[in-house]
């Protein structure tokens, strides 16, 4: 009964492939987010979406295009991949509070190695 | 602009002792701040977060953290560290003023020696 589950768990690919992540979460939040933890543990938002809408947008290449079918699901697509996209993806969602300070709930990421 | 510094990068402790993760923020309004483990290969868990109530959060297995504004800090601790502790934890501020966009420490590794 995970509340924010990814596919796949482990991506394997080569360089100037196509690939997806998916995400989706059954607590019925209004936003998703995908953030991406570099080699050094570190961890940076790329895309946030609430409601089906992109909110944030952080500095991250256009290969990278985030889509969000419904307010479950948040998606990462990755044209052209490249080594330095060798990381650990993680979703994340959170209820909308008017005070702010939400709660984000993290998947178990999904770790991409490009060869 | 929000930012988060820990302080240490390792923390190494013998089981039983207390532990001790520092955390300094910076934040232009009332922050929200949090505390998050990371287990190895495992996704993130909050620990515990502070928002504007009580300036001294308790959280999940023993762990609590205190705010102090007027040190800009949110330090972590556990009165007995136990080899289950042994993670990655990360200090985390969000602000109102930002979008509530979350932003990460770098993280602080503890390992606790039997």
């Known amino acids: 009964d995970t509340a924010v589950s990814q596919t796949p768990k482990y991506l394997v690919t080569q360089m100037g492939n196509d690939k997806s992540i998916k995400c989706e979460q059954n607590?019925?939040?209004?936003?998703m987010y995908w953030y991406k933890q570099d080699s050094k543990k570190f961890l940076k938002i790329m895309f946030s979406y609430n409601n089906k809408e992109l909110i944030i947008n952080e500095t991250v290449p256009n290969r990278f295009s985030p889509k969000s079918p419904d307010k479950a699901h948040l998606n990462l697509h990755i044209n052209s991949l490249e080594l330095g996209d060798s990381a650990v993806y993680f979703c994340?969602?959170?209820?909308?509070?008017?005070?702010?300070?939400?709660?984000?709930?993290f998947g178990p990421g999904t770790r991409l190695l490009v060869l | 602009a929000q930012s988060v510094t820990q302080l240490d990068s390792h923390v190494s402790v013998s089981e039983g002792t207390p532990v001790l993760l520092r955390c300094n923020y910076s934040?232009?309004?009332?922050?929200?701040l949090f505390w998050y483990v990371q287990h190895p290969n495992k996704g993130l868990q909050l620990l515990l977060k502070y928002t504007s109530a009580a300036t001294l959060v308790k959280g999940i297995n023993g762990f609590e953290a205190e705010f102090k504004k007027s040190e800009t800090s949110f330090h972590l601790t556990k009165p007995s560290a136990h080899m289950s502790d042994a993670a990655e934890y990360f200090c985390v501020v969000s602000d109102y003023n930002a979008g509530n966009m979350l932003t990460f420490g770098g993280g602080t590794r503890l390992m606790v020696k039997p």
């Open positions: 934040s232009s309004y009332s922050p929200s």
């Open positions: 994340a969602s959170s209820q909308t509070l008017p005070s702010g300070g939400e709660t984000q709930y």
């Open positions: 607590l019925g939040h209004d936003t």
